[in-house]
């Protein structure tokens, strides 16, 4: 039987060494993510929010404490098992898209599904360049793509080994107002046929008030923003009525 959680965190911290002496970038941190959730990651730069992301992911090492994710015991594991675990479960999506420039926009979404070893990588990255709208735009290179379409292949990267989670850091940060919509719909249009849970950082509150939780890094702490009523007409806006203190 899966898991129910598909993060689990228990008194996680990050601190790293400067001339100073320690600097805690993250104060003990325990929560936890349903499998098939949408979570934002919201608070001032410099907070910790890519910080936490990237532990996470397995991209970096906590000073402390415990994660799991999707069961697997993530600080336990060597660089070379939690890479292992990231080409599995998990896709990324960055604010600076991260495509590589000398290969075509199929090119780019077919390699994680190369790398994973599966035989049909240009069938399937032909099934997502359509999905995200971008068909016509195969054979062609990132600099020869809009931001927004940058980001589409991104996207179809991302959910191409159909992740089990998937995180995005800023994923409209470079991004104009009508991409962004454009991205933002995309992404959990994705998420929902792909039943893949969702953790993404960012500054914009229209793409967080999507997600079903959010929660508010603020000087290393993590707290839950609890969000009550309908949108208000108009506005747009939802009331917090309460931020409870997370781990």
Do not use: W
Not at 31 to 49: N, R, T, Y
Request: aromatic share 4%; with cysteine; glycine share 10%.
């Amino acid at each position: 039987m899966a898991p129910v959680n598909m993060i689990k965190t228990s008194a996680i911290t990050k601190t790293v060494t400067t001339s100073q002496g320690e600097l805690a970038i993250l104060k003990p941190i325990s929560f936890e993510v349903k499998a098939g959730e949408s979570i934002a990651i919201v608070g001032a730069s410099g907070s910790g929010k890519s910080t936490l992301l990237s532990l996470l992911a397995g991209l970096d090492e906590v000073s402390s404490g415990d994660i799991y994710l999707d069961g697997q015991a993530l600080h336990e594991m060597n660089e070379e098992q939690r890479a292992q675990l990231r080409g599995e479960k998990v896709g990324f999506i960055f604010q600076s898209f991260m495509l590589v420039q000398s290969l075509t926009a199929i090119e780019n979404i077919m390699l994680p599904a190369e790398i994973a070893g599966l035989d049909n990588a240009k069938q399937l990255g032909q099934e997502i360049l359509d999905k995200v709208g971008l068909g016509h735009r195969g054979d062609h290179y990132p600099n020869q793509l809009s931001g927004g379409e940058q980001q589409r292949v991104a996207i179809a990267r991302a959910f191409i080994t159909k992740p089990k989670i998937l995180f995005a850091d800023e994923p409209t940060g470079n991004l104009d107002a009508a991409n962004s919509d454009k991205i933002e719909q995309l992404l959990f249009d994705l998420n929902r046929d792909s039943h893949t849970t969702l953790v993404l950082v960012t500054h914009d509150n229209e793409l967080a008030k999507h997600c079903q939780r959010q929660l508010l890094m603020n000087a290393g702490e993590l707290s839950e923003v609890t969000l009550s009523g309908d949108d208000d007409a108009g506005s747009g806006q939802k009331s917090v009525i309460s931020q409870s203190q997370v781990g």
